[in-house]
């Protein structure tokens, strides 16, 4: 499980972990500081374009994004959604991958791990 407290760790986060966080906590954020987000991370538009489009400076949308991301991530850290929703989705393409070769034993241990999971 990621964990990105100080403003610098944040930037560890891949965009990819932090548009899943989005789906999994973007609700619980402003709909300022969410839109803000996905502009950056799911639309990767630059600073100045979201600066631009929304009429603020620059300086407002890094704030936001620096803030909006050290709460995703806490959310993540403190709930593990994302992360679970990962080793579900890991367990899953492993069955399938298992049936595919014939391998039924390996398949119904990957599929016995996740029943325990859910």
């Known amino acids: 499980m990621m964990t990105f407290m100080n403003d610098g760790e944040h930037q560890q986060a891949t965009n990819t972990d932090i548009c899943l966080w989005l789906d999994f906590y973007g609700r619980l954020l402003t709909e300022h500081t969410r839109e803000i987000l996905e502009l950056r991370y799911c639309e990767d538009l630059s600073l100045s374009e979201i600066a631009e489009n929304l009429h603020i400076s620059r300086q ?11 709460n995703l991530a806490g959310y993540e850290t403190k709930l593990g959604l994302a992360s679970r929703y990962r080793i579900e989705k890991e367990s899953v393409s492993q069955a399938l991958q298992a049936i595919e070769t014939g391998q039924a034993g390996q398949a119904r241990e990957k599929l016995l791990q996740l029943s325990r999971l859910l």
């Open 60 to 70: 407002a949308v890094n704030d936001r994004i620096r803030r909006g991301v050290q």
